[in-house]
């Protein structure tokens, strides 16, 4: 499956699920292993999330998703100040990450992502950026197109 899209949505909680809905309904369709689905849906939440919490004084944030043969690149960015960047990259990037403290109601983001992507990390300029990457597990073929006898699926276009 070869795919790109890129959207652009308001700094809301809402818009976390809209993100959701649209690249998990790429995928699947894409044929894409539900297991592999859930694993990126859950991660780009995770990012998108943090992009809505923390990406002030921005007005909105960009989600963008490259899927090419085998693999899917996603990057979650704003214009918005990362809250301390040299600590963020040490922890997109450290070997060991220490786990949060029990009763810690923020901290796991990161460790979800980079325990359900192959790839992770972080960039600062020119936008703060998380980069997502996993390889895709293929189990179903997509669906046909157009056959005999098939209701025409409906298509959704972003403007």
């Known amino acids: 499956m070869d795919a790109v899209f890129s959207i652009s949505l308001p700094r809301q909680a809402y818009t976390v699920s809209v993100a959701r809905d649209v690249l998990g309904t790429l ?3 894409g044929g894409v292993c539900r297991d592999c689905v859930d694993d990126i849906l859950l991660a780009v939440s995770e ?11 921005a007005r909105d944030y960009m989600v963008e998703a490259d899927m090419g043969g085998r693999w899917c690149e996603l990057r979650i960015s704003h214009t918005g100040r990362a809250p301390d ?23 796991r983001g990161i460790l979800l992502m980079r325990y359900l992507m192959d790839e992770v990390d972080f960039e600062e ?7 997502l ?5 293929v189990c179903d073929e997509p669906p ?12 959704y276009a972003l403007l």
């Open 47 to 57: 990012a998108c999330s943090n992009a809505v919490d923390h990406g002030g004084p």
């Open 27 to 29: 995928l699947v369709r």
């Open 144 to 155: 046909p197109e157009k056959g005999p006898g098939r209701v025409p699926t409906q298509r």
């Open 125 to 131: 300029e020119p936008r703060t950026t998380v980069l």
């Open 85 to 107: 960047p040299e600590a963020l990259t040490e922890r997109f990037t450290t070997d060991h990450m220490p786990l949060p403290e029990l009763d810690a109601e923020s901290g």
């Open 133 to 137: 990457r996993k390889q895709l597990t």
